[in-house]
């Protein structure tokens, strides 16, 4: 989770809010035994920078 904790340090407080939530969903991916995608990652980067809505985040990971 490296590639999206840069975001608790350095974030906008809105981005902070998104790390947070993402993190959690891939932890409770990690405690299923499930391995997270780098697919997954960059959507979740594109959600936290505000490139796309988590309308369009849960879109793309359908």
């Known amino acids: 989770m490296r ?5 608790i ?5 809105g ?3 998104k790390t947070d939530a ?3 969903a ?3 991916q990690n405690v299923d035994g499930l391995k ?3 697919y997954l990652l960059d959507t ?9 809505t988590i309308d369009e985040a849960r879109e793309l990971n359908m």
């Open 44 to 52: 979740a980067r594109q959600h936290i920078e505000e490139d796309i």
């Open 15 to 17: 981005q902070k809010e």
């Open 26 to 28: 891939i932890g409770l």
């Open 36 to 38: 997270v995608s780098p």
């Open 22 to 24: 993402w993190q959690t």
């Open 9 to 13: 340090v350095h974030g906008e407080p």
């Open 3 to 7: 590639e999206i904790d840069e975001y």
